[in-house]
């Protein structure tokens, strides 16, 4: 299994950023993905998630309304949306994948850095 981000880089305030996330290797087991953020010296955090299928969502409220996630099953591939930018956006950003809705993700990408400048 492996998950392998791409789409990070540094953006204005206010700018706009697409996230990918391929999968590859057993992805039928990925009922969730999702994207998760580590700033400098703070906890990784969950961004937003996705289920296969249903397609539900959820959103950290910190990016409510600006961020969208979503998913494309014949390309094994995620995505994350990120529009009105804030420096306080500045991470790492992780995709993840996990079998079931609840609990901690099965498995990680390495990571791609969304630096924001003010």
């Known amino acids: 299994v492996q998950l392998v981000e791409s789409g990070g880089g540094l953006v204005q305030a206010g700018g706009s950023l697409r996230l990918s996330c391929a999968a590859s290797?057993?992805?039928?087991?990925?009922?969730?993905m999702g994207w998760y953020r580590q700033a400098p010296g703070k906890q990784r955090e969950l961004v937003a998630r996705i289920k296969n299928g249903t397609g539900t969502t959820n959103y950290a409220d910190s990016v409510k309304g600006r961020f969208t996630i979503s998913r494309d099953n014949v390309k094994n591939t995620m995505y994350l949306q990120m529009n009105s930018l804030k420096p306080e956006d500045t991470a790492v950003y992780y995709c993840s994948a996990q079998t079931r809705w609840i609990g901690a993700p099965n498995y990680w990408g390495q990571g791609t850095q969304v630096p924001v400048s003010s």
């Open positions: 290797g057993n992805t039928f087991t990925f009922n969730v």
